[in-house]
């Protein structure tokens, strides 16, 4: 049996973590980073992996998969622009000594 998925739209909650904003821009999904904390390594489909900077904007099409990394957790990002509830499919994994704890939420944009 798979995890549970977690729903909430941007009219009922902020952005998601790690990200400041996120807004549906011709098609696609712009994803900001906030201007201070942590910084990650980011990996977009197949493109090379880099450092992302303070305010740096992803834009993300259809099934696009981001993938940010840092010392101790994962986010694994799947951009679901098709069908009735386009959004962001985030799963949030964290290892530390006390366990692992992994959680998914789907984070809709588009209101019908």
């Known amino acids: 049996m798979g995890a549970a998925v977690t729903v909430v739209s941007a ?10 904003r996120i807004d549906p821009h011709n098609g696609t999904i712009l994803a900001t980073f906030p201007s201070s904390g942590i910084r990650w390594v980011v990996k977009l489909n197949s493109e090379a992996s880099h ?12 099934n696009d998969f981001l993938v940010l990394q840092e010392k101790h957790s994962s986010v694994k990002i799947i951009a679901v622009l098709t069908g009735c509830n ?12 006390l366990g692992n704890k992994t959680e998914t939420v789907f984070y809709r944009i588009f209101h019908k």
């Open 86 to 97: 386009p959004g962001l499919q985030i799963t949030k994994s964290c290892d530390s000594q």
């Open 51 to 62: 450092i992302s900077n303070y305010n740096e904007t992803i834009e993300l099409h259809g």
């Open 11 to 20: 009219e009922e909650t902020a952005s998601p973590f790690p990200f400041e």
